[in-house]
């Protein structure tokens, strides 16, 4: 199995979550990824939610596995010799520093096309370079504040009617999967040029990019001043700016996330039931959960009539679902055919066999910690599976970096003294 990215050298100075997702996955597929990391220090989450103190968090070992990594002191001139040399041996530069540190150090994207017209170059920043926000340094939730997410997530009424970030990496590892996807098309264009291109992925752009159907709705808003798949609003007294939908779907079909058997204790005794608008769906539907005179009652046998009843047909569902565990429901309903899906917490997916089965979940031996369990690589290609491997320790492979591009031992241990790499 020859893997995709055989052959292709990354230079990783990519750090936290947004760049490792990135150049993680570039690893998964084959690509020899060196991680640049601050002399003693390394990437922040080595050090960050320790679980067992002296050892990597769990942090950083989910995101940086099959890499290599070397420490080395950019700021000093020698240190930028070595990044230099290993720009010049590169095909991908990736990096995700505060806005303007690359390029005060020397490496900006004019600096590095000068270096290797054939390298490209990878850039992830909180926001685009033309943005009022272009020098704001950026973590998770402020991504997800600036790209639509936070303000459209939540609930719409109460004590808890605020803008409220998702569970999901949107600003992070989204940023990161959206830089790939520019990585990979900028290496088949370069099979085309020769020449490498500048990839800059701004987080804000990622977040905003999977808020595409509330940048639909704010349109709809302006145009006819409701927005008729929001329940909530039985008075249509909608404001300016798309408001919070809670769990209603983000369609016209009706969906909600229903209490099951056990909700009292357990805070995902969930289930999620769609309601599709195709008369034949429904009725079919409507049979599992015990309703069928909903299918031919003109109050909810359309799915405009569905519209504007919402509140009555959630609390029908409701009382079927309440009563049964989550798994009975998504067994019998599926069985109808009728789209639906468990709430899954961390601790029931952390056990899951079937996502073992499949790699979707791995166990990884690391060095020191032992086994720690990680999420592989999602897609899943008919010719090649990444095997999973470690992170690398702090520094583990500075000397064998250095020497693949010309360096001796004695030089190694002038930069070691220097300290311009690790002791
Ligand atoms: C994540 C972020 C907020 C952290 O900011 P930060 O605490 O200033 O950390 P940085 O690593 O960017 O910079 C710290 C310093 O380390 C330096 N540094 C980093 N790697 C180095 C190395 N190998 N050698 C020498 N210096 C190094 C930087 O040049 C910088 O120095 P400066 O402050 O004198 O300019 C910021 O990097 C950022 O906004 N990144 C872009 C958006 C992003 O990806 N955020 C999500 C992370 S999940």
């Given at each position: 199995?020859?893997?995709?990215?055989?052959?292709?050298?990354?230079?990783?100075?990519?750090?936290?979550?947004?760049?490792?997702?990135?150049?993680?996955?570039?690893?998964?597929?084959?690509?020899?990824?060196?991680?640049?990391?601050?002399?003693?220090?390394?990437?922040?989450?080595?050090?960050?939610?320790?679980?067992?103190?002296?050892?990597?968090?769990?942090?950083?070992?989910?995101?940086?596995?099959?890499?290599?990594?070397?420490?080395?002191?950019?700021?000093?001139?020698?240190?930028?010799?070595?990044?230099?040399?290993?720009?010049?041996?590169?095909?991908?530069?990736?990096?995700?520093?505060?806005?303007?540190?690359?390029?005060?150090?020397?490496?900006?994207?004019?600096?590095?096309?000068?270096?290797?017209?054939?390298?490209?170059?990878?850039?992830?920043?909180?926001?685009?370079?033309?943005?009022?926000?272009?020098?704001?340094?950026?973590?998770?939730?402020?991504?997800?504040?600036?790209?639509?997410?936070?303000?459209?997530?939540?609930?719409?009424?109460?004590?808890?009617?605020?803008?409220?970030?998702?569970?999901?990496?949107?600003?992070?590892?989204?940023?990161?999967?959206?830089?790939?996807?520019?990585?990979?098309?900028?290496?088949?264009q370069r099979d085309k040029t020769g020449e490498g291109c500048y990839v800059q992925q701004?987080?804000?752009?990622?977040?905003?990019?999977?808020?595409?159907?509330?940048?639909?709705?704010?349109?709809?808003?302006?145009?006819?001043?409701?927005?008729?798949?929001?329940?909530?609003?039985?008075?249509?007294?909608?404001?300016?700016?798309?408001?919070?939908?809670?769990?209603?779907?983000?369609?016209?079909?009706?969906?909600?996330?229903?209490?099951?058997?056990?909700?009292?204790?357990?805070?995902?005794?969930?289930?999620?039931?769609?309601?599709?608008?195709?008369?034949?769906?429904?009725?079919?539907?409507?049979?599992?959960?015990?309703?069928?005179?909903?299918?031919?009652?003109?109050?909810?046998?359309?799915?405009?009539?569905?519209?504007?009843?919402?509140?009555?047909?959630?609390?029908?569902?409701?009382?079927?679902?309440?009563?049964?565990?989550?798994?009975?429901?998504?067994?019998?309903?599926?069985?109808?055919?009728?789209?639906?899906?468990?709430?899954?917490?961390?601790?029931?997916?952390?056990?899951?066999?079937?996502?073992?089965?499949?790699?979707?979940?791995?166990?990884?031996?690391?060095?020191?910690?032992?086994?720690?369990?990680?999420?592989?690589?999602?897609?899943?290609?008919?010719?090649?599976?990444?095997?999973?491997?470690?992170?690398?320790?702090?520094?583990?492979?500075?000397?064998?970096?250095?020497?693949?591009?010309?360096?001796?031992?004695?030089?190694?241990?002038?930069?070691?003294?220097?300290?311009?790499?690790?002791?």
């Amino acid at each position: 199995m020859t893997a995709p990215l055989q052959g292709i050298k990354v230079i990783d100075w990519t750090q936290v979550q947004s760049g490792p997702s990135c150049t993680q996955m570039l690893a998964w597929l084959g690509a020899d990824v060196i991680k640049i990391e601050r002399v003693g220090v390394g990437d922040p989450t080595r050090d960050e939610l320790l679980d067992k103190p002296g050892l990597d968090g769990i942090y950083f070992l989910q995101l940086n596995c099959n890499k290599r990594s070397i420490e080395l002191n950019a700021k000093t001139p020698e240190g930028k010799e070595i990044l230099t040399k290993l720009i010049k041996s590169a095909d991908i530069f990736v990096e995700n520093l505060h806005p303007g540190a690359a390029d005060e150090l020397g490496f900006s994207w004019d600096d590095v096309h000068k270096m290797n017209p054939r390298c490209i170059y990878g850039t992830i920043k909180g926001f685009n370079e033309d943005s009022p926000y272009a020098n704001v340094k950026a973590f998770e939730p402020v991504a997800q504040c600036a790209g639509g997410a936070a303000a459209t997530t939540g609930w719409w009424d109460g004590e808890y009617n605020v803008p409220t970030q998702s569970g999901a990496a949107l600003g992070d590892s989204n940023t990161g999967m959206h830089l790939l996807i520019g990585l990979l098309a900028a290496l088949l264009q370069r099979d085309k040029t020769g020449e490498g291109c500048y990839v800059q992925q701004s987080m804000q752009d990622a977040v905003l990019n999977l808020c595409r159907i509330k940048l639909r709705d704010q349109l709809i808003l302006d145009n006819i001043g409701v927005l008729t798949h929001l329940p909530e609003y039985p008075d249509e007294k909608f404001g300016k700016t798309v408001p919070r939908a809670g769990n209603v779907e983000g369609g016209q079909v009706l969906g909600w996330c229903y209490k099951c058997k056990g909700w009292e204790t357990d805070p995902n005794a969930y289930v999620y039931i769609v309601l599709q608008n195709e008369a034949k769906a429904f009725a079919e539907a409507c049979t599992a959960l015990g309703k069928p005179e909903w299918a031919t009652d003109p109050k909810f046998n359309t799915p405009a009539a569905r519209q504007k009843v919402k509140p009555e047909i959630w609390k029908g569902v409701e009382e079927y679902t309440i009563t049964r565990t989550k798994e009975e429901v998504v067994d019998i309903l599926g069985k109808a055919g009728v789209p639906c899906g468990p709430v899954l917490g961390m601790d029931e997916i952390a056990k899951d066999q079937s996502l073992y089965k499949c790699g979707t979940l791995v166990e990884v031996d690391q060095p020191k910690r032992g086994k720690f369990v990680t999420i592989g690589c999602p897609p899943k290609l008919s010719s090649f599976t990444p095997e999973v491997k470690p992170a690398p320790l702090l520094g583990a492979d500075t000397d064998a970096v250095l020497k693949e591009i010309g360096y001796t031992d004695a030089d190694i241990a002038k930069f070691r003294a220097d300290h311009v790499v690790c002791k």
